[in-house]
């Protein structure tokens, strides 16, 4: 194993002249077999990522553009490439991404519905209370337009109110009927960078809650 000093301190080795009989494999016994698999197929490996294990056992995240060198009889002989040392990043990623989840979970569980649209109407988040005004999953709401999925709505309060978020970024509130005419809602809408957010609260189930208070 040859490499350059960059390679040996990502893999935690003071100097190159101590990876010379380190097996990368012995450490890494998925990652590196595959890539040799996947390079005799494909000849190079451009941005493959992946967890993998250094000489002292730390976990690491890397990212490596790979070429294959081949003998003249098309045997894989060599690998040739860079590796970078992506770990920062990537915990910071998981993290926001852990974060993220957490936001998603807390907004599941209320009781009023919440939704995200983009500057375009398409829905880019649906809670599950919100789904179930609708009569529908989440899953079947995301990235659909609203007026097509609702053309009842056109002429409304809704997008009189809707619009006016997203153009002029004033926050509304208003009263409205939903969709299904058994309810009525306390609607608050919020502008965002690139679209809107809406809260329904069902007035019907809030003033029962209130009466059993």
Same mark, same amino acid.
């Given at each position: 194993?040859?490499?350059?000093?960059?390679?040996?301190?990502?893999?935690?080795?003071?100097?190159?002249?101590?990876?010379?009989?380190?097996?990368?494999?012995?450490?890494?016994?998925?990652?590196?077999?595959?890539?040799?698999?996947?390079l005799k197929s494909?000849?190079?490996i451009k941005g493959?990522?992946?967890?993998?294990?250094?000489?002292?056992?730390?976990?690491?995240?890397?990212?490596?553009?790979?070429?294959?060198?081949?003998?003249?009889?098309?045997?894989?002989?060599?690998?040739?490439?860079?590796?970078? $040392?992506?770990? #920062?990043?990537?915990?910071? *990623?998981?993290?926001?991404? %852990?974060?993220? /989840?957490?936001?998603?979970?807390?907004?599941?569980?209320?009781?009023?519905?919440?939704?995200?649209?983009?500057?375009?109407?398409?829905?880019?988040?649906?809670?599950?209370?919100?789904?179930?005004?609708?009569?529908?999953?989440?899953?079947?709401?995301?990235?659909?337009?609203?007026?097509?999925?609702?053309?009842?709505?056109?002429?409304?309060?809704?997008?009189?109110?809707?619009?006016?978020?997203? $153009?002029?970024? #004033?926050?509304?509130?208003? *009263?409205?009927?939903?969709? %299904?005419?058994? /309810?009525?809602?306390?609607?608050?809408?919020?502008?965002?960078?690139?679209?809107?957010?809406?809260?329904?609260?069902?007035?019907?189930?809030?003033?029962?809650?209130?009466?059993?208070?």
């Amino acid at each position: 194993l040859e490499c350059n000093p960059a390679f040996a301190e990502i893999y935690g080795f003071d100097g190159c002249e101590k990876v010379v009989h380190w097996n990368i494999s012995e450490f890494n016994p998925f990652d590196w077999p595959y890539m040799v698999t996947r390079l005799k197929s494909e000849g190079k490996i451009k941005g493959y990522q992946s967890w993998q294990r250094r000489s002292d056992g730390l976990r690491i995240h890397i990212v490596a553009n790979v070429v294959g060198i081949f003998s003249d009889v098309g045997e894989l002989v060599q690998v040739k490439g860079y590796v970078f $040392d992506d770990t #920062e990043r990537k915990k910071t *990623e998981e993290e926001l991404n %852990r974060s993220k /989840q957490q936001v998603m979970n807390i907004l599941n569980s209320f009781k009023d519905g919440f939704i995200a649209l983009n500057y375009y109407w398409k829905f880019i988040y649906v809670n599950q209370s919100a789904a179930q005004y609708f009569g529908l999953e989440p899953d079947d709401l995301i990235g659909q337009n609203l007026w097509e999925q609702f053309p009842e709505l056109t002429g409304t309060t809704y997008e009189t109110a809707f619009r006016r978020t997203r $153009d002029e970024k #004033e926050i509304q509130y208003f *009263e409205a009927p939903s969709i %299904r005419k058994d /309810q009525l809602f306390d609607v608050s809408v919020y502008p965002l960078d690139e679209g809107i957010s809406v809260c329904l609260r069902d007035v019907n189930l809030h003033k029962k809650s209130e009466k059993k208070d």
